[in-house]
């Protein structure tokens, strides 16, 4: 399998990068990658060719993106054909998709009206009113250049290399454990070439985010406690200590807002959507509210 580390290292993910307002920014992708030599092939050679997705318009390497997760997935699935495989149907919308389009058409509309008193009717159950009706329409464009909603949105992964359940696919590269340590900030001393591939991604974050800033930044996934990657992430570059939040006698995550040549950021710092003990739709709801009492001022 060709694995160009560098390329993987610089590619950020899908969606309008430089104009999202909303940020959703995970710790690591799903581990159900099946067809991986066929992600990473998209990634490497496919997405990102137009300098126009290149976020110095002057170097690749310097962070490059797709305009369309949509697109994206047909390029994955005509290389699949191409190999002889078909995907399985995933079997409904994904989290990363359900959760973040009800935060977004919440707190656009909030923001507009400048009250929080429809934000509840963004998180219910999805039926026949204009509510559902507008949820599933974003399902298909929120990670795309021009939506239908005035907020845009961007989805990336803090660690650069997509997963697969099973064996580690990147031995050749370098060892699991090394990888896990220095991209989850483990005890043990950091195997000195893969920091430097951290450090880089988020050389590569930081310019983003200077460059083109987000209304939100909603990080997910995997959250153990406060010193974790991405408090260290905003606490070096922004000057930003993320606090504690609460849902009822619970610590969900950290919060927090920083300004940068005049623009207000939220950073929430939370776990994943739903699976393996991540947040509730319910919960998501009230860190809407949570995001809205720092934005609406």
Known sequence: ???????????????????????????HEGANNDFLKQELDARIRHFGKNEEYWLDKTNRLNGYWHSSAEEAGEI????????????MDGGGVPFVVNYPSRILLAL???????????????FNSLGTDRYSAKIQ??????YEYNPSSNWKAALSHYQPLPRRNG???YADLFNHKDYANVFGLGELPENQAIAAIRDRREEIFADLLKRYPKKLIFCTGN???????FYNFFKREFDLTLKPFRIGR?????????TYEGNKTVVINTQGFAFGGGLALDEVRLITRLIYSYLKD
């Open 223 to 229: 959250y153990t406690g406060y010193q974790d990657s």
């Open 1 to 27: 399998m060709d694995i160009n580390i560098n390329t993987l290292n610089s590619f950020l993910g899908y969606g309008d990068f430089r104009n999202a307002d909303m940020l959703v920014w995970s710790k």
């Open 108 to 122: 656009e509309e909030a923001l507009e009206k400048k009250s929080n008193r429809n934000i509840d009717q963004w």
């Open 137 to 142: 329409h974003t399902f298909g464009e929120i």
């Open 250 to 258: 619970q610590v969900k995550g950290l919060s927090g807002v920083f």
């Open 76 to 87: 994955k699935r005509s290389l699949m054909a191409d190999a002889g495989l078909q995907q």
């Open 167 to 169: 064996t580690w696919p």
